[in-house]
């Protein structure tokens, strides 16, 4: 049984937590991407993935009420975030002041994945970006048990994830008024396995026994935009970490320019202006850029955009700490400064090559040789930049 239309699919694995009879799985088709796949055999035919599928059933979505311009002012907090370090104080202040569970994404060796948190120190693990698609496996089901329990939950995912767990706990019946919910700027997601086999080429180039924490982006002097990984050697005690600027990893590259992105990324339809989340964050991508808006005085590189949607996420904004600056600016700015709320990603002309040799190659080999003529033109560019002093400019 197909539950919907392959292209249009996420991943986001809502139909297989719903199923009462666990008769569904994510498997991988060849090309790596994760699929719901039905066992006949089990299904009773209760139709309950289909009506959970956010393709299929819409969720309903809001319009952004407020935008601000935000980041977190103590630079040694905000060091190992992606952006503004503004996820980080939520997570935060919700423990704090709400008691309640906290649901984001961190990376366990070479696995991305969906954790629980209910401690000041499970936030640790939840910072930095991870731009693969994470495991989601079960994270709709333990949600729902802190509902039941009573226990207030602040759930930060993709807006395809978001809509996923808003399905799944209105077809449970569930009350949401304790479910707070943040939907992330995504421009799209590359499937697990390509992250897997670029640290498995990796492990094996250089000699690492073991390695843990993959982030993509902190803002620590030198690595923001950077894939980073900690590692040990064999025979070594101590970890290292290794960097690579975003035009020199395969992996980096081919997420950030739309060659390894799932399908479905370049059909989504919450790619827009409304949001599934009680608030929506990510980066301020043209702060400031435009004479028609508002002066702004504040810093703008590393400063993320908080969308407020509802008076859930007006609640949360109010809570946020003291040391976290926030300057409201038009919702017209922050609208049209976005690409992921302006219309799907649109595939990079590399993607087709590199879908032809994946099969055959694996994704490094793919990779490079599918993209290696936009990585020299990138690079040149890059060195031009810092070469006129462009970036000081502007």
């Known amino acids: 049984m197909t539950i919907c239309e ?24 060849e090309y790596g991407v994760i699929y719901p796949k039905v066992d006949d055999n089990k299904c009773i035919h209760c139709g309950l993935c289909k ?3 956010p393709n299929l059933k819409p969720v309903e979505r809001k319009k952004p009420e407020k935008c601000y311009a935000a980041y977190q002012t103590d630079t040694e907090v905000r060091k190992n975030s992606a952006s503004g ?5 939520l997570y935060k202040q919700f423990i704090n002041k709400h008691s309640g569970i906290i649901y984001g994404v961190c990376s366990e060796n070479d696995h991305v994945t969906f954790k629980e948190g209910s401690l000041i120190a499970d936030i640790e693990r939840f910072k930095g970006s991870q731009y693969t698609q994470a495991d989601s496996v079960g994270v709709y089901q333990s949600i729902e048990k802190n509902l039941r329990q009573g226990k207030p939950v602040l759930f930060i995912g993709c807006p395809c994830q978001v809509a996923g767990c808003l399905s799944y706990m209105s077809n449970k019946k569930l009350s949401t008024d304790n479910l707070f919910t943040i939907d992330l700027l995504c421009h799209g997601v590359s499937p697990q396995k390509y992250l897997k086999e670029e640290l498995k080429y990796l492990s094996e180039k250089y000699g690492w026994e073991e390695y843990s924490k993959v982030t993509f982006r902190t803002n620590k002097p030198g690595e923001n935009y950077q894939f980073s990984v900690r ?3 064999k025979g070594e005690k101590n970890y290292s970490e290794y960097h690579n600027p975003v035009l020199f990893s395969p992996y980096f590259c081919a997420f950030l320019f739309n060659t390894s992105l799932r399908e479905s990324c370049f059909h989504c339809k919450y790619s827009s202006f409304e949001r599934t989340g009680d608030l929506t964050i990510g980066d301020f991508i043209g702060l400031a850029s435009q004479k028609k808006y508002p002066e702004y005085k504040y810093e703008k590189k590393n400063t993320s955009i908080i969308f407020v949607n509802s008076p859930k996420g007006k609640l949360l904004c109010e809570e946020l700490d003291e040391k976290i600056l926030m300057i409201e600016r038009p919702i017209e700015e922050g609208y049209t400064s976005a690409p992921s709320m302006n219309g799907a990603s649109e595939p990079s002309k590399y993607r087709r090559k590199f879908l032809k040799l994946y099969p055959k190659y694996g994704f490094t080999v793919a990779c490079k040789k599918s993209q290696r003529m936009f990585t020299i033109e990138s ?12 970036d000081k400019k502007r």
């Open 379 to 390: 690079r040149i560019k890059q060195i031009i930049k810092k070469v006129t002093g462009y």
């Open 6 to 29: 392959k292209e249009k699919c996420s991943g986001c694995a809502a139909c297989r937590d719903i199923c009462p009879k666990d008769c569904i799985t994510m498997q991988e088709d």
């Open 85 to 89: 370090g503004i996820a980080a104080d």
């Open 51 to 53: 009506k959970t599928c």
């Open 231 to 233: 590692y040990r050697k």
